[in-house]
């Protein structure tokens, strides 16, 4: 069985909304939290903090733990073609604020596009249930 350990920030605002990033991976396409894995020695929050700064371009804080999430993905659901094994998706997920920075797109990774959206958006909009799963961390 596959490990992916990996970082996610629930950024909301007020008046802009929830902060998320376009994903692109495979075949597969759609909104997600910021985030992402998590390097070989790399503190969690360090790499939530690196990874919202690349996808969106924004420098973030921590403020509280939301909770963890765990998944298990059989290998014949899995996105890429020439997997065999199962992946466990080991989800840490954080409420974050922004503290500098502005709205970018990255350029060569794994997003394309980050922006806000209203909470009463999210429902209609391409999402992974990731999204889901950190409004309800939130309580959002």
């Known amino acids: 069985m596959d490990l992916r350990v ?15 990033a376009h994903w692109h991976e495979g075949r597969r396409a759609a909104w997600t939290l910021p985030g992402g894995g998590i390097e070989p020695g790399e503190d969690p929050q360090d790499a939530v903090k690196r990874e919202v700064r690349e ?62 959206f209203a909470i009463a958006e999210i429902p209609a909009l391409q999402h992974v249930n990731l999204v889901d799963i950190g409004l309800e961390m939130a309580g959002l």
């Open 6 to 20: 990996a970082a996610y920030a629930v950024v909301f605002d007020d008046e802009r909304g929830l902060l998320l």
């Open 55 to 116: 996808e969106t371009g924004f420098r973030i804080e921590i403020d509280e733990l939301l909770g963890i999430h765990s998944r298990v993905i059989p290998a014949r659901q899995r996105i890429r073609d020439d997997a065999t094994e199962p992946l466990h998706a080991l989800r840490i997920v954080y409420r974050a604020h922004i503290v500098g920075g502005r709205l970018r797109n990255e350029t060569g990774g794994s997003t394309d596009e980050a922006d806000w």
